[in-house]
């Protein structure tokens, strides 16, 4: 069986899928994928899947000075991304709407760091440690989480 490649333009052309917005394109893909009887059989695949490209992220980030121009760091993640979205789907949960919220908590989350550097006297936490910005997140965390209930 001869299987026909088609150039990223043509395949685009004939893909009207590929003209919505992306997140609405993840589950019609994801959807087409499974009516085909290509599809996941339970969330464990899914999250092996994910450990999976975090490690192919991981090694990607350990060469990075052999791939300057970032292209197989865009890709791993790009594909980091689209096992999140999988699970997404999987779920019966809206990627628009999964995203959304968790923004949104972030959001929430960051002003509260702001706050408490500003209870400080600090304008930013620009040349903090890294444990010094956790203590903040995590303060900012647990002042969200209360107001949230």
């Not at 994910?50 to 990607?60: F, G, Y």
């Not at 809206?94 to 959001?107: D, M």
Request: net charge negative; hydrophobic share 40%.
């Amino acid at each position: 069986m001869e299987i026909i490649a088609l150039s990223r333009s043509s395949y685009l052309e004939e893909n009207k899928v590929f003209k919505m917005p992306l997140l609405e394109k993840i589950v019609k893909l994801e959807n087409e994928a499974v009516n085909f009887g290509f599809k996941w059989e339970n969330t464990t695949q899914i999250m092996d899947q994910i450990r999976s490209e975090c490690d192919e992220v991981s090694e990607v980030l350990q060469n990075a000075e052999h791939d300057p121009s970032k292209k197989n760091l865009e890709e791993e993640i790009g594909d980091l991304m689209h096992a999140v979205f999988s699970l997404c789907v999987f779920c019966k949960l809206s990627p628009q709407a999964t995203l959304e919220k968790t923004l949104v908590k972030f959001e929430r989350r960051l002003s509260a760091v702001k706050q408490l550097a500003n209870a400080q006297g600090l304008i930013t936490l620009e040349n903090h440690s890294f444990d010094e910005l956790m203590t903040y997140w995590n303060k900012a965390k647990k002042i969200t989480d209360e107001t949230s209930l």
